[in-house]
């Protein structure tokens, strides 16, 4: 009997024996291997055991050195692989891909060889705690319906988790990985926990979509770090956490290497606090939804901070940009602690305690300059003072038949020149009839002139010192 199974990958059914016992379901024939979940769903504990034992007979037949082909089975009830959780009783090659467990599964301690786990579903829980891969483990386009728990496992080879899905809480709390490690396009529906875990080489999550908390407290990255585009919707705690010591290379323990955040959505509040950053860290293009935390860490000198930062007035955000301000200016990155200390300076100004009379200055000085990181603002400010002055001169020497365009043009320059010169003594407006006929009114409004004239110069003069500063 031919069984009816054909999966979206073309796959048909390996199992041709003539000792199986076949079902008709659905307008189809099918073995006990891949009988729909649909049919399964009424089986006796007796009927999945008896698969379950088929299925234990299949891996023993191929061990040692054949190949257990697994390959869309779906496996009702509850199933353990504890029993291989000894390297003399390691499990062969084996190949779960596009498998179903219906009821959970269990592979606490369990030893592997070389396993494929490629679009496999896990409808219910799923632990693999303690588990040790020996050779290459890929979960391709897994998709985990319930809990995963991938605590304290060993990955000596390469681990490959791109395009999993995860609905339920996943964790890899406290699992090593050898070799490199990919969660490339990756969903987490739900909690992501990679605390404690130690990546030794380049761990590959761009992009990952987390909806819910993603916790990286004390994980160790020992490789490049890839992140760039991904969506956090929650909260990325990448804090160093009770991580304390040296690493064997002499670095702190717990310092991010190469890392890439580029174009990443924090929705959430991110945290590094106590990281070290030994080599480039690219932030380009990233989004903060709340101003980030980096407290008592260390930025490496090629920080790359241009991204946008929306928070501007909760209170944690004067901290988080005081300090990210602090950071830069150790690392002689004037662009980057001009900007942080304008985000303080706004914040600040959002706090209800902030007083009116500071509240005023602080938004005079950045409309005026940005907080002293702009040139043109002020130059822009004293043309535009300049040009509205010329203005009300002029429609004061209206009055006055022998006043000129250019002498009014020049009496305003002159203000900006020599500023409260119409004060002085020596002052000549003998040949300014309209000078002398308003002089009091002239001098009002030149005091005033000259007052946001001197203004002006002196904030572009801060400006152009704070951008070349040398020290």
Known sequence: MECSYRSSEGDTCQF??????????????????????SAKATWSEQQSGDLHKRIFDL???????????????????????????????????????????????????????????????????????GAEFYADANFD???????????RMKFRESANFKRIHAVCNATFAGTTFSKRA??????????????????????????VVCHNRAD??????????????????DEADFALGPLRGIESDGTPIGSFRRA????????????????????????RDAVFSYAPQFHNGKLHPHTDFHAKFLDRRSQEAVSAYRWLKSAMGQNRARGEEALFYAFEQEALRAQPETPRSVKLFSWSYSIISRYGSSLMRPLFCLFATTALFMVVYMAIALASPNASFRDVGFFALEQVIRPFSLWSRGYDVSGSDWVAKNLSILRVLSLLQGLLSLSFVALFLLALRWQFKRE
């Open 16 to 37: 041709a024996n003539s000792e199986l016992s076949y079902e008709e379901y659905q307008g189809g024939t099918w073995c006990p291997f891949h009988l729909p979940a």
């Open 59 to 129: 891996i023993a037949q191929a061990r040692p050195e054949g190949r257990a082909d697994l390959r869309g089975v779906v496996i009702p009830a509850h199933i353990t692989f504890a029993q291989y959780n000894e390297t003399s009783r390691m499990l062969p090659p084996i190949d779960f891909s596009r498998a179903t467990f219906l009821g959970q599964a269990t592979f606490n301690r369990t030893i592997f060889g070389k396993s494929e786990f490629v679009s496999t579903i896990f409808c219910d829980e799923v632990h693999f705690l």
């Open 141 to 151: 386009g897994a998709e985990f319906r319930k809990e995963a728990h991938f605590e």
């Open 182 to 207: 990919s969660f490339r396009h990756s969903q987490f529906d739900n909690k992501i926990s990679f605390s404690q875990a130690t990546f030794m080489d380049e761990a590959d999550f761009s992009p």
């Open 216 to 233: 990286f407290i004390a994980t160790r990255f020992r490789g490049d770090v890839e992140f760039q585009d991904s969506i956090f919707h």
């Open 260 to 283: 890439n955040f580029s174009r990443v959505m924090f929705r959430g509040l991110a945290i590094f606090t106590d990281r070290v950053f030994l080599d480039s860290t690219r932030f």
